[in-house]
Nanobody, 123 residues
Framework: QLQLVESGGDLVQPGGSLRLSCAAS????????IGWFRQAPGKERERVSC????????YSADSVKGRFTISRDLAKNTVYLQMHTLKPEDTAVYYC????????????????WGQGTQVTVSS
């Protein structure tokens, strides 16, 4: 059973911080690229960040660059998305996804998906 479970989503005020977690089971992260995606109501799912199977060459979308940081803890088999200076436009359901290859911007290239965690940025 290959599974990804997101957690950490919450209601936060603009300018606040939040850390999302993506716990993997049934496989180990050192053989998979892990991407973070988000989808706001009525909008297309977009990739916001990705980390390679080696842990190198992290990717961040221009909209979150300098504010979001992706990292992983192999001992816990978990990938994190640390988010700072959150804005209302960051409000979305955040998903993590895995593929046995390099980081990709194409959603269908990812074989495994979590169920998502809601992030709401509002006063």
């Amino acid at each position: 059973q290959l599974q990804l479970v997101e957690s950490g989503g919450d209601l936060v005020q603009p300018g606040g911080s939040l850390r999302l977690s993506c716990a993997a089971s049934g496989f180990t992260l050192d053989h998979y690229a892990i991407g973070w995606f988000r989808q706001a109501p009525g909008k297309e799912r977009e990739r916001v960040s990705c980390i390679s199977r080696s842990g190198a060459s992290p990717y961040s979308a221009d909209s979150v660059k300098g504010r979001f940081t992706i990292s992983r803890d192999l001992a816990k088999n978990t990938v994190y998305l640390q988010m700072h200076t959150l804005k209302p436009e960051d409000t979305a359901v955040y998903y993590c996804a895995a593929r046995s290859g390099v980081c990709s911007a194409i959603t269908v290239n990812y074989n495994y998906w979590g169920q998502g965690t809601q992030v709401t940025v509002s006063s």
